[in-house]
């Protein structure tokens, strides 16, 4: 699974422990509210590929239909 821009901090770090810090690093709060209604669009790319290269995953990891 890539982690995208429609889910929220709260529930990455329920799955992903380990992209906790990097929540930390970009002052996001662990809310329930999504990625993308609360990050600015200029950031929220880079913080998508932080996340993912943290958690160490890719669209290479996922298969069509989940």
Sequence with gaps: MVIQSNMSPKAIVEVWEKA???FVK????LIDN??????DSEILPNLLIELNATVGSSTATCVEGG
């Design 34 to 39: 999504t990625l993308e209604s609360i990050i």
């Design 20 to 22: 906790a810090p990097i």
């Design 26 to 29: 970009f002052n996001v709060p």
